[in-house]
Structure formats: C-alpha cells, structure tokens
C-alpha cells in the first residue's frame, strides 16, 4: 500500500505540482488548503507523512498551529515545514513545535523527494530494529527503539522522531565525537548543519526541563557532538 502524504498549502498550483511531483514518486498524496480542513482529516486519519506551509490563507501562522496540534495527535508523525519564510527565527520556531525538517520553497524537488525517503527510512529501520538492539542505555539514559521512548532517570523525555534517532547516534558511543554529517548518516537523515545544530539544541532544552543539571551533550567546535561517558 502506497505511503500517503499531506500537503497542506493555500496556493492551489504550488499544492498540485508538488502533489503531481510526489504521486509520480508512487505515493498516495492528499492536499489540503487550509489547516481546519487538514486538522479535521488528521483527526479521522493520519498521513504517514505531512509536509506544511506556515502561511495558511488568512492565518498567518497556521501552520505553526496545526503542527502543535499534529504533534498532539502523533508523536512519531514525519513533519516536513516547506515554506517561502527563510529566517533562523522561523526555522527554531518550527524546530521547536516539533518538525522533522525545514525546508524553503527554493529547495529543488529532488533535494525534497530526498529528505522524504530520509524520514521513511528512519520509520522503516525503527520499526525493523532488532530485538537485540530495542534497548540502549547510556548511564541515566535509556531509548527503547520499539517504543520509540526516552527516559531520563526514570522520567520520559518527548522527543519527536528526528530527535531520538540524534540521541540514539549519540548515545550509542559515548565520549566519542560524531560530526553533524556522521549524525545525519547514522540517524538517516538529510538536513544541513544548521538544522542538526538547532535539533540539538531542542533536545538539550527538553533534558534540562527535567533536569536543570543535564550536561551530557557536549559540544566540541570545529567538530560536532558527543555525549559524555
């Protein structure tokens, strides 16, 4: 059965060739023009896979609103922001609502259909993960790849699909440095730096809301991250 993606854009021929683009690609796409209309579809199904505009007609920030509220219906859901608005204030405002990737809408449909496949491996390798490497557990840190689930000293850390897998890489191999091309190839995913850096500063400021003493992710300049041992 075919993936089925939502675009949810008010400008009817930005929507349909994206949406002609994509269903050439084999997937199941559905478009919506405004966020009432997708939020009342999302509710009665999900897609596998949402790519959102900011600006929603007369809702200048509607898609920051129905990103909260699919954020509040799945957890896991792939979000993909794709968007004219090409400011660092919007991509951490839409990081921190909890997308996936941010993208402008200068960004060249291959680059596009590149990230999609990125975040439908990542959902395809975590469903798949063996049984023997469900569990990952670095000092207070454990991640259940089954479960998709974080916890902190016993305490569950939200983390949206994108920022697990960044802590997963982490994780894995504490003390040592992974550059943020070596994270988004062990977390499959195709980003540039500046989104990696602003993930990982979203997930720092969701540890420190549990714990105001969390250090663990160490920033080392001029050559990534790591979580300290």
């Known amino acids: 059965m075919s993936r089925r993606i939502a675009?949810?854009?008010?400008?009817?021929?930005?929507?349909?060739?994206?949406?002609?683009?994509?269903?050439?690609?084999?997937?199941?796409?559905?478009?919506?023009?405004?966020?009432?209309?997708?939020?009342?579809?999302?509710?009665?199904?999900?897609?596998?896979l949402a790519i959102i505009d900011i600006g929603l007609g007369e809702e200048v920030e509607g898609g920051y609103d129905?990103?909260?509220e699919l954020r509040g219906l799945s957890r896991t859901l792939p979000i993909i922001f794709l968007t004219a608005?090409?400011?660092?204030?919007?991509?951490?405002?839409?990081?921190?609502?909890?997308?996936?990737?941010?993208?402008?809408?200068?960004?060249?449909?291959?680059?596009?259909?590149?990230?999609?496949?990125a975040l439908f491996r990542r959902v395809e390798a975590l469903r798949g993960a063996p049984a023997t490497t469900a569990v990952v557990t670095a000092g207070a840190l454990t991640l259940d790849t089954d479960r998709l689930e974080a916890c902190w000293h016993g305490q569950a850390v939200?983390?949206?699909?994108?920022?697990?897998?960044?802590?997963?890489?982490?994780?894995?191999?504490?003390?040592?440095?992974?550059?943020?091309?070596?994270?988004?190839?062990?977390?499959?995913?195709v980003v540039d730096e500046s989104t990696v850096?602003?993930?990982?500063?979203?997930?720092?400021?969701k540890f420190e809301a549990l714990d105001p003493g969390f250090d663990r992710i160490d920033t080392v300049y001029g050559a990534g991250y790591r979580w300290r041992a």
Request: charged share 30%; with cysteine.
């Open 7 to 48: 675009i949810v854009e008010d400008e009817t021929g930005i929507r349909e060739n994206y949406a002609a683009a994509l269903r050439r690609q084999g997937y199941d796409v559905r478009g919506y023009c405004a966020r009432a209309d997708a939020l009342a579809a999302f509710r009665q199904r999900l897609p596998d």
């Open 66 to 68: 129905l990103c909260r």
């Open 85 to 117: 608005r090409d400011g660092d204030l919007d991509l951490i405002s839409g990081l921190r609502l909890g997308a996936d990737d941010y993208l402008t809408k200068s960004v060249s449909l291959p680059q596009l259909l590149a990230r999609i496949a």
């Open 158 to 189: 939200t983390l949206t699909l994108t920022e697990f897998w960044l802590v997963h890489a982490l994780a894995r191999f504490p003390g040592h440095v992974r550059s943020r091309a070596q994270l988004m190839d062990e977390a499959s995913v």
């Open 197 to 205: 850096t602003s993930h990982v500063k979203r997930v720092r400021r």
